[in-house]
């Protein structure tokens, strides 16, 4: 007992739980499998980035051709997929539709066994499949029918063609790319050690990508960038944001988008991908928007001295991207699969079963009383 109080921190904060080669999360960096995040988003395509991920290695051109064509095999949603989807209710939450989606699509995974390719496949099964899920159900929403899938495209470009119906600009290809690169790992973040918890009892890696799932939709984890352009949204000027976002740091509010358990200068993804906020907001001819952006950053950071997070310009990139809002956490699981799988192959060649102890501060050893008696 003593032993297990002494090793307590609420919230795991700085236990060491595992080991992984997957990736490092540094003050100063973020690497996966030895490669910086600086460098895989200005030169990587998020296919290389998930192959690097699942395998360790980055792709030659051949093993990169091969992945990509075997990510489009997979594309075409199962019937039985596109059923579920109909039925699910319009105003069921993007992240549930997801869950229950991909549980669906799990069975009629064609890989069987579980050595490394059985174990690679499934996760490019599930890379394959999600994007086209999201993308179907915001068409399902909007009323409009559905598009198949157009072999050779890119990752990003096929869910843009997908859900919109045409084919994107170079823009946002990058962009979405981009972002899909920054989201695909993150070391041990709530939902990938939800992930590897799951994998560790010997369950199966669908299981676990629904546990990331459950786990990553929560507003303090992937949530958080629906919530942060919800907040940029609900203001008319800077002014109206700095006002509000005073009071509300004032009064102990949690401004989503802002914090990070790991990070204390600052989340290097976040710096990334604010680069494409003004570019996109002056193609938009939204620069209030992107000025309201600035003004609860400032706030944060003057009055907290928190940095933002790579869910605060995100949203307001995905929101200039024209997508609508309940897709902008489904497609950070689209991504963060490559990471999850990865964890889940890592995990379940080298498992130990994850099982720690808890500190108990329930009653003493107390008798057991009849109903009648109490
Ligand atoms: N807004 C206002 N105050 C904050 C925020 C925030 N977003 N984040 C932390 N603080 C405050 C917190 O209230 C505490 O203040 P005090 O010392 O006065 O009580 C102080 O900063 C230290 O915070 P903490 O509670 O030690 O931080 P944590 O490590 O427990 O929490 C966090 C990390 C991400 C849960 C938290 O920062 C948060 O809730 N942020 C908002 C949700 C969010 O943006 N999540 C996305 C996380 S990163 C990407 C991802 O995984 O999706």
Known sequence: MAESAELYRPGLEG?????TSVSTVLQDSLAYRGY???DLAEHASFEETAYLLLR????????????????DRHRPLNPHVLEVLRRIPAETPGMDVLRT????????????????DALVGR???????????????MRLLAGQPLIEPKPGLSHAAQFLYQAFGQMPTAMNEKILNLTFVLYAEHEFNASTFACRVTTSTLSDMYSALVTGIGTLKGPLHGGANEESIKAINQYKSAAEAQAATETQVGGGKLIMGFGHRVYKNGDHRARILEKYVEPLGRERNDMNRVE????????VWERKKIHMNVDYPCGLVYFFMGLPLDVYTPLFVASRISGWAAHAIEQFTNNRLIRPRSRYVGPEIRPYRPVGER
């Open 15 to 19: 236990i060491v739980a595992g080991e």
């Open 36 to 38: 910086t995040i600086e």
């Open 56 to 71: 360790g290695e980055l792709p030659s051109a051949s093993q990169l051709a091969a992945f990509r064509s075997e990510l």
């Open 101 to 116: 989606t991909l549980s669906m699509a799990a069975h009629f995974d064609p890989y069987r066994g579980n050595d490394l």
């Open 123 to 137: 996760a490019t099964y599930a890379l394959a499949v999600v994007p086209g899920i999201i993308a179907a159900r």
């Open 292 to 299: 309201i952006y600035h003004a609860i950053k400032n706030v």
